[in-house]
Structures are given as C-alpha cells and as structure tokens.
C-alpha cells in the first residue's frame, strides 16, 4: 500500500494493482475559462499520473473534486483498467477505461478475482452546489492476499461496525474545523477504527489541500492522542512511503 497524498491510496493484492480517488494534480476544482479554481496542492505528488497507467482497478468514492480529478483519471486511462464508480457517476468518467463499473452500497462486484462491496458512509456526492442527485460509496476490498476498507469522506457513523476481518482501513482525518458534520475528527475517526474489525489504520486526507481551518499538523497529533497505547496500530506512512505486511 501506498499513500499518494489527500484521499489517494495505491494498492498491490497480489497481482492486482488498485487505487481508489487518485487525485495528482497541482490543483483541484472546477475549470473555468481553460483555467482551474481550487485548492494548489502542498507537495509536489509522489508519482506521476502517467506512471501508472494501465491498472487493474480503479474506485472513485465520490464526485467532490478532491476526489474525483478529471485530469488524473484521463491520464490514468487504459482498456486494461476497470473504474469503479458510485451510481449516477459514471458519464463524469473520461473515455478510455476498459469498462466503468457503477455500484450502489450495498451491493457487490468481483472483478479480478477481487470482491467489492458497496458501503454507505455518511457525506454526500455532489459535483456542483445544485448537483444533489449523484451517490456516493465506501468500499470493503477482499482478495486472498489481504483486505482493505477504503472509507473515502464520512462523518462519524456506525455504517462500518463489525465488517469482519479486514487487515488495513483508510480513514481521512483532516478537514473537520468547522466541516465535522461532514468529516470526521480525528478521535471520532479511531472510535470508528476501533469498531470496524480491522487490525491497522492508514491516516489520509490530511495535509494535502488545504480545505479547512485546522493546522496542518493538528490531525495526525489528534489522531495519535486519541490511540494512546494502541498508536502501534497506526501506519505513519509519508506520502509516497511503500507499506508492506
């Protein structure tokens, strides 16, 4: 596993590479007269977009543009890869996957002999301010050679109590001063770890963009306090940092 920054998590199951909301370029948001409006990224990315066209799968969590970058997945794009999307999100995806794969939580799919199971968190999906209508999912990722939960964007909720077995789950931590209504603080974030089932945590969506009034360190320092003896279980892993286990 392999943190790209923000909300984008690289992934290798065996033989099968995944990466769920990639999102490598220099700013995210709309784009408007040729130019886009949003947050710049803080770092330089840890890979290039092109660099890993040409996996297995890809899953988009949701439309937000943080999470859903338009330019990277163009780049991404390749008839080997199959894109997983949440419902009503699929015409957002540029042209040249092999298949884009709609699926509504709870429902599951096997794709590469890897199964995914839709899972509502709680957050919202919309790509405009007027744009209520598009879903938005968390996915339970099983294959034989480990499991991942990849929550994308939640709130504090119960959606992810006693999933079973699971070896990694993916929380976002930051952007919750003043947004906790729809990002989860950090303590909340290992109270939700904590009930899941799974053995560790990798921290994302934190120190990337900055979108919220935090300090960029205050999520990780939060998080960890909140762990107190249990902060083993952690993964502090740096942007671009290979995890194996």
């Known amino acids: ?67 859903l970058d338009r330019d990277t997945l163009a780049q991404l794009a390749s008839p080997a890869t199959t894109i997983v999307v949440p419902e009503r999100c699929a015409r957002l995806i540029p042209k040249g996957f092999g298949k884009v794969v709609p699926l509504r939580a709870p429902d599951e799919v096997v794709l590469h002999g890897v199964k995914i199971a ?22 339970v990722v099983r294959h034989a050679r ?32 003043p947004w906790d209504h729809m990002h989860a603080t950090p303590e909340e974030v290992w109270r939700m770890f904590d009930a899941c089932g799974a053995e560790r945590l990798l921290p994302v969506h934190h120190s990337t963009f900055i979108l919220s009034d935090e300090p960029v360190d205050e999520p990780m320092q939060r998080l960890t306090a909140a762990a107190g003896e249990e902060r083993g279980r952690i993964v502090t892993a740096s942007a671009g940092e290979v995890v194996v286990w």
């Open 118 to 139: 839709g899972v509502k968190p709680r957050h919202w999906g919309a790509r405009t301010w007027l744009d209520r209508r598009r879903g938005f999912n968390a996915y």
């Open 146 to 177: 480990g499991s991942l939960l990849l929550t994308g964007d939640t709130a504090m909720t119960d959606a992810f109590d006693d999933l079973g077995p699971v070896d990694l789950a993916v929380f976002g931590i930051g952007a919750y001063d």
């Open 1 to 67: 596993v392999c943190w790209l920054g923000h909300g984008s998590v690289l992934a290798k199951l065996g033989e099968v590479t995944l990466a769920v909301d990639p999102v490598l370029s220099p700013r995210v948001g709309p784009r408007i007269a040729g130019r886009i409006w949003g947050p710049v990224r803080r770092q330089t990315p840890p890979a290039k977009a092109a660099a890993l066209r040409g996996l297995d799968l890809v899953l988009i969590t949701h439309a937000h543009y943080d999470h």
